[in-house]
C-alpha cells in the first residue's frame, strides 16, 4: 500500500495522494480546503461524480446497451451552463415551505411505520427496524414530494441499493452482470415513468423538466439519481442513527430520543460524524492549485465531507486508505454534510426532517428494546455507508 502525504505549510490544505495500487484520488479532508473545492466549479468539476468508480466489464455493458441506458450530465454531474436552469426547476420542489408543510405526512408514516414494528416485535420476538421504519417512509415522501405515483416501492429500493454498488462499490465481473440486469430493469421502469409524466394531469417533475426543454435522456438521466439518492441516502441516515442509538456509543440515549429536541440532536450528530454520505467526488479541468499545491488536470478528487465509521477488515480492497480511519471521527464541521455551493444538496433540509420525525417516533413506540445484532454487516462504499440491518428485541425484565 502505497501513501506519500502531500507536502503542505501551516495554512495549506490537508491533502493525501494514495497509490495508483490502492485509489486514484487525492483526498482531501481538510475541511476549509474541501469547501474551495465546491465553491470552485470551474477548477474542479463535478463531471465525475456519477461515473462508476469500478470500469464496466463488456458483459455488463452489454446488458446496458440493451435497453439504451444513458445518463447524459443534467444535474449532480453537470458543469455546462444549462445547469442553473435545471437546478431552479429541480428545486421548486424543494421549497422550505413545502417541506415544512410535509411535516404531518412524514408524521403519519413514521407512526404507521413504527407501529407495524412494535406489532413485529411482539409477533416474533425481534424486528429488523431497517425495512419496518427506516426503507419506506423517504421513499414515499419522495415519490409525492415530485408528484410521482407511489408505486413499486419494494423495487425502486433494491434497484437503489444495486446502482449504488455498481457505481460507487468494487464489484466483480459476475456481480456487475448481476447489478447491471438491475440497472437495466430499473431505467426502463423509469422510462415508462417518465414517457406517462410528461403527459399527465397535474405538476410534477418530469413534467416540468420536459417543459424546460429536457429530452427523455436527460430526464431520465437526473431521475435516475434523484429518486436513489433523494430517498436511499435517507434510509442509510436513519439506519445509522438507530443503530448508535442502541448501540448505545451517542451522546443521546434511547428515551431522550423519543423527544423532538433528542431525536434531531441525535440526528444532526451522525450528520457530523459519520452520514450516509461521507465523501463526494470531483475532478481538475485544468491545471490549477489548491492551497499551494500544484493540482494537474483530469487528477480525481475525493472529499471528505463528515466524519467515516470503518474498519479495516470490513472494508473492501480499493476503499481508499483515508476512509480506514477511527470510528466516529467529525472530521468537518456539520455544515459540509450536504455539500456546498451551487451543486449542494437541495434535500438537505428534508432528509434531516425525515430523520428525526422517523427517529422520534421509533423510540416512542419501541420500549424496553435492545439490539440482538451488535455486528451487523455495513454497506460500505466510496461514497455511502450505513448498518443493513438494525435488528432488535425485548430487553430482559
Known amino acids: 500500500?502505497?501513501?506519500?502525504?502531500?507536502?503542505?505549510?501551516?495554512?495549506?490544505?490537508?491533502?493525501?495522494?494514495?497509490?495508483?495500487?490502492?485509489?486514484?484520488?487525492?483526498?482531501?479532508?481538510?475541511?476549509?480546503?474541501?469547501?474551495?473545492?465546491?465553491h470552485r466549479p470551474g477548477d474542479f468539476s463535478p463531471a465525475n461524480a456519477l461515473v462508476a468508480v469500478t470500469p464496466l466489464a463488456?458483459?455488463?455493458?452489454?446488458?446496458?446497451?440493451?435497453?439504451?441506458?444513458?445518463?447524459?450530465?443534467?444535474?449532480?454531474?453537470?458543469?455546462?451552463?444549462?445547469?442553473?436552469?435545471?437546478?431552479?426547476?429541480?428545486?421548486?420542489?424543494?421549497?422550505?415551505a413545502k417541506v415544512?408543510?410535509?411535516?404531518?405526512r412524514i408524521r403519519e408514516l413514521a407512526q404507521e411505520a413504527a407501529a407495524n414494528a412494535a406489532e413485529q416485535l411482539e409477533r416474533f420476538g425481534h424486528v429488523d427496524l431497517v425495512p419496518t421504519v427506516a426503507a419506506f417512509p423517504?421513499?414515499?415522501?419522495?415519490?409525492?414530494?415530485?408528484?410521482?405515483?407511489?408505486?413499486?416501492?419494494?423495487?425502486?429500493?433494491?434497484?437503489?441499493?444495486?446502482?449504488?454498488?455498481?457505481?460507487?462499490?468494487?464489484p466483480d465481473e459476475d456481480r456487475q452482470l448481476e447489478l447491471a440486469q438491475s440497472a437495466a430493469d430499473f431505467y426502463v421502469w423509469l422510462r415508462q415513468l417518465v414517457e406517462e409524466s410528461v403527459t399527465a394531469a397535474g405538476r410534477n417533475l418530469f413534467k416540468s423538466?420536459?417543459?424546460?426543454?429536457?429530452?427523455?435522456?436527460?430526464?431520465?438521466?437526473?431521475?435516475?439519481?434523484?429518486?436513489?439518492?433523494?430517498?436511499?441516502?435517507?434510509?442509510?441516515?436513519?439506519?445509522?442513527?438507530?443503530f448508535r442509538l442502541l448501540e448505545g456509543s451517542a451522546p443521546v440515549g434511547w428515551d431522550d430520543a423519543a423527544s423532538e429536541a433528542g431525536s434531531r440532536s441525535m440526528v444532526r450528530h451522525v450528520l457530523a460524524t459519520e452520514s450516509s454520505v461521507p465523501t463526494w467526488r470531483r475532478v481538475a479541468a485544468q491545471d490549477t492549485r489548491l492551497g499551494g499545491e500544484l493540482i494537474p488536470t483530469g487528477a480525481e478528487i475525493l472529499l471528505e465531507l463528515t466524519g467515516n465509521?470503518?474498519?479495516?477488515?470490513?472494508?473492501?480492497?480499493?476503499?481508499?486508505?483515508?476512509?480506514?480511519?477511527?470510528?466516529?471521527?467529525?472530521s468537518t464541521s456539520y455544515g459540509l454534510v450536504f455539500g456546498s455551493g451551487i451543486h449542494r444538496c437541495l434535500g438537505a433540509k428534508l432528509a434531516e426532517l425525515e430523520a428525526a420525525i422517523v427517529v422520534q417516533d421509533t423510540?416512542?413506540?419501541?420500549?424496553?428494546?435492545?439490539?440482538?445484532d451488535r455486528e451487523p454487516q455495513w454497506i460500505r462504499?466510496?461514497?455511502?455507508?450505513?448498518?443493513r440491518t438494525v435488528t432488535v428485541m425485548r430487553q430482559p425484565c
Open 1 to 38: 500500500m502505497n501513501q506519500a502525504p502531500a507536502t503542505a505549510g501551516p495554512s495549506e490544505p490537508q491533502t493525501e495522494k494514495l497509490g495508483p495500487d490502492r485509489c486514484p484520488y487525492i483526498v482531501v479532508r481538510d475541511p476549509d480546503a474541501v469547501r474551495e473545492v465546491l
Open 58 to 96: 463488456g458483459p455488463a455493458l452489454r446488458v446496458l446497451q440493451r435497453v439504451r441506458f444513458a445518463l447524459p450530465p443534467v444535474l449532480a454531474s453537470n458543469d455546462t451552463d444549462t445547469h442553473a436552469g435545471i437546478r431552479k426547476v429541480v428545486a421548486g420542489y424543494f421549497t422550505p
Open 100 to 104: 415544512t408543510a410535509l411535516e404531518p
Open 138 to 170: 423517504p421513499a414515499v415522501i419522495m415519490l409525492e414530494l415530485l408528484g410521482l405515483p407511489v408505486r413499486d416501492l419494494a423495487g425502486l429500493k433494491r434497484w437503489g441499493l444495486d446502482s449504488m454498488e455498481l457505481f460507487w462499490g468494487w
Open 209 to 242: 423538466l420536459a417543459e424546460h426543454g429536457l429530452s427523455t435522456p436527460e430526464i431520465c438521466s437526473l431521475g435516475y439519481f434523484l429518486l436513489i439518492a433523494g430517498q436511499e441516502t435517507t434510509t442509510q441516515l436513519i439506519s445509522t442513527t438507530l
Open 309 to 330: 465509521h470503518g474498519t479495516r477488515s470490513a472494508e473492501p480492497e480499493g476503499l481508499p486508505l483515508p476512509m480506514q480511519s477511527a470510528r466516529h471521527r467529525p
Open 363 to 372: 423510540a416512542s413506540a419501541l420500549l424496553r428494546i435492545r439490539l440482538r
Open 381 to 387: 462504499l466510496l461514497s455511502f455507508q450505513a448498518p
